[in-house]
């Protein structure tokens, strides 16, 4: 292997073998060019290496340290997991499209410098949006141009901002920075565009569940976990992310709780487990961070296995909507079973994953007497159980019986849902195997009376609520439905306002229109008046007017020149 | 895709209503013990509201029942037909 080699080539590499291969030869590929890629970046030395002299700056394509391995490595195990979830699938677009978008995530997060990092960050945009068009649908078409756009400003701002910078400190080096400078603001706003601020969040919600089955778990595991690290490595400590991360956490589950397909569910689910992270990054000590970053970690695990399970759903019943499912433990009680895994690491139950990384972040906010956001994060916690804890499996799987019958998911999906449920254990029982990975030593304990007994107070009386809420009948229904989000400003309101304007200028037009109608028309009349057939400037004269016209004319010029 | 299958036809556990009530008396007990043993446990807190008895019980309950009851109302101002952007 070469020395300095960024993993991303290997991933590369193999997008560009896969069309040439069919079958086992592409299944070996599929899962082998993942752990090639651990292998080899396990074996890279911690240090820059990979540098370029470019254009008097020194772009960086490999950068290890604490941060960037734990985000690249975690990169590489999902990468694995979603080969296997994808095997089955006989699609080489799909296959090419998520090597590439691994492969550019890892680039991105080995990155050094900003430029290196624009390249990768627009790679994984451009790469991912085919597995929304894979779909090859009208509606997915639509929904990835949309996607695209906006991946493609999040970028623009990226290398706007790294341009500026460059301009002010001489250097492209991508390191913490502070917000202040119009350079500084641009990358900020590129960072939360991709990692779905508040009324920047929309395209998650709206491009996600187009995808297809394994393309949405692609996209999930990647972009905005890419975006954390992004704001953990640039805007750590950033006491402004404090409350966008607390808004993050609490706004998208009330549109969780009466969404119908249950993969944009989890997309809003998706939201609010990012503004656990961002606010980890803006508390900015040593707890918040370790507690951020594991939380990505586990995040990419068990949101991963809930998108795996819906799509598994999706997969054999042809439908993710909770209206239509219902009773499905009875047709796959594999699924099921991994899908009430990831449903209690999400809910953070001890011992499973989320228990141990989302604890950290409310210790840490806590510890620095956030009282208010701390019980935002308590009431967001709250409502992750009640939407992806409950809602998730209980309308896919039990519920009322939807009479839907099928075949449990593909074995090689099976095998990557087992994988990730295990690891998701793995972590709740053992955290120290995720601890010691960390960026800074750690010193929570995650297992102690308090946390233990409060988390299970907490949980079990949002089971309450639920249950009595439900057999109350005020629990609204899953209805075949669209919610308005802020995708209306851009789907419904600018198109229509276009619409009006231009029915507006057309009117405008018709009355200018009207007015230069008339205008010309009274040009028109002068010229006929002056030029036409009897004008003044039209007659025929004799030539001996002509001449007189000469000899008056010289008479003036003989009068003038004596004069 | 779809199809019958013998072995998932029958009439599964959770089939029988009282097999569900079952589990909600379960739930019922244990949210019981947790509060009780809220009261004998020594716990330490960061708040002083964290300190009142039952905190994490009534603020995971009232918080979800507020979470529902806002959402079903914001559902007035924001539900569409489902091909309402078709």
Not at chain 1, 78 to 95: C, E, K, P
Not at chain 1, 415 to 435: K, N, T
Request: net charge neutral; charged share 15%.
């Amino acid at each position: 292997m070469i020395e300095g080699m960024t993993p991303a080539a290997i991933f590369f590499a193999g997008a560009v073998l896969i069309p040439f291969l069919r079958d086992w030869p592409r299944k070996i590929v599929l899962l082998g060019i993942p752990m090639l890629g651990l292998a080899h970046l396990l074996a890279l030395n911690p240090m820059d290496a990979g540098a370029i002299e470019f254009l008097d700056y020194r772009l960086v394509t490999v950068r290890i340290d604490a941060l960037s391995l734990i985000f690249a490595g975690i990169f590489h195990i999902a990468a694995f997991i979603l080969a296997l979830y994808s095997l089955h699938v006989r699609d080489t677009m799909q296959h090419v499209a998520m090597l590439v978008t691994a492969g550019a995530a890892i680039g991105a997060a080995l990155a050094g410098d900003l430029i290196t990092l624009f390249v990768f960050w627009e790679l994984t945009a451009i790469a991912s949006v085919f597995l929304i068009w894979a779909r090859r649908t009208e509606r997915s078409y639509a929904a990835g141009m949309r996607y695209l756009l906006i991946q493609m400003a999040s970028g623009l701002l990226l290398l706007f901002g790294a341009i500026l910078l460059a301009r002010e400190t001489g250097s492209v080096e991508f390191t913490q920075m502070q917000l202040g400078s119009v350079a500084t603001w641009a990358i900020f706003l590129g960072f939360g565009i991709k990692c779905a601020f508040p009324l920047l969040h929309n395209w998650l919600q709206d491009a996600y569940p187009e995808a297809t089955v394994t393309g949405t778990v692609v996209l999930g595991s990647f972009t905005t976990k890419l975006a954390i690290y992004a704001l953990a490595r640039g805007f750590a400590g950033e006491s402004l992310l404090i409350p966008i991360g607390a808004l993050m956490t609490a706004f998208p589950i009330f549109y969780a709780v009466i969404e119908n397909d249950l993969r944009r569910v989890l997309a809003y689910s998706l939201n609010n487990q990012l503004g656990f992270m961002v606010v980890g990054v803006g508390l900015g000590t040593d707890m918040a961070i370790n507690g951020a970053v594991a939380h990505a970690v586990n995040n990419i695990l068990f949101k991963g296995l809930l998108f795996m399970s819906m799509g598994a759903v999706l997969l054999r019943t042809g439908t993710a909507k909770g209206s239509e499912l219902g009773g499905l433990y009875k047709s796959m009680p594999w699924t099921t079973g991994f899908c009430l895994v990831g449903a209690a690491s999400i809910s953070a139950f001890p011992l499973f994953a989320g228990f141990v990384s989302k604890g950290m972040i409310l210790a840490a906010a806590a510890e620095q007497g956030h009282w208010f956001v701390w019980l935002v994060l308590l009431f967001a916690s709250a409502g992750v159980f009640h939407h992806s804890g409950i809602k998730i499996p209980y309308f896919a799987f039990f519920a009322h019986d939807s009479g839907i019958r099928c075949r449990e998911a593909p074995v090689n999906m099976l095998a990557a849902m087992g994988l990730v449920a295990g690891l998701c254990i793995l972590i709740g029982v053992y955290p120290d195997a995720l601890y010691r990975m960390l960026p800074h030593a750690v010193s929570y304990v995650p297992y102690t009376v308090d946390h233990v007994v409060t988390q299970i107070q907490l949980l079990l009386f949002s089971a309450l609520a639920f249950t009595l809420l439900m057999r109350t009948g005020v629990y609204p229904p899953e209805l075949r439905s669209t919610n308005l989000d802020l995708d209306w400003l851009y789907r419904r309101f600018v198109p229509r306002g276009a619409a009006l304007v231009e029915r507006w200028s057309d009117a405008l037009f018709a009355i200018v229109g009207h007015a230069g109608d008339m205008m010309m028309r009274r040009v028109l009349h002068l010229v006929f008046h002056l030029h036409g057939p009897q004008g003044v400037l039209a007659r025929t004269s004799p030539i001996g007017v002509a001449l007189l016209w000469v000899a008056v004319l010289l008479v003036a010029a003989l009068f003038l020149y004596y004069l | 895709m779809l199809m019958r299958d013998k072995h998932s036809d029958g009439k599964r556990w959770l089939d029988r209503p009282e097999n569900v009530n079952r589990i909600i008396y379960v739930l019922f007990g244990a949210c019981a013990v947790f509060v009780l043993l809220d009261l004998v446990l020594p716990r330490h807190s960061t708040f002083f509201f964290e300190a009142w008895p039952g905190f994490y019980a009534w603020f995971g309950f009232f918080g979800c029942v507020v979470l529902v009851v806002a959402a079903k109302l914001m559902r007035r101002a924001l539900m569409r037909p489902e091909d309402y952007y078709d």
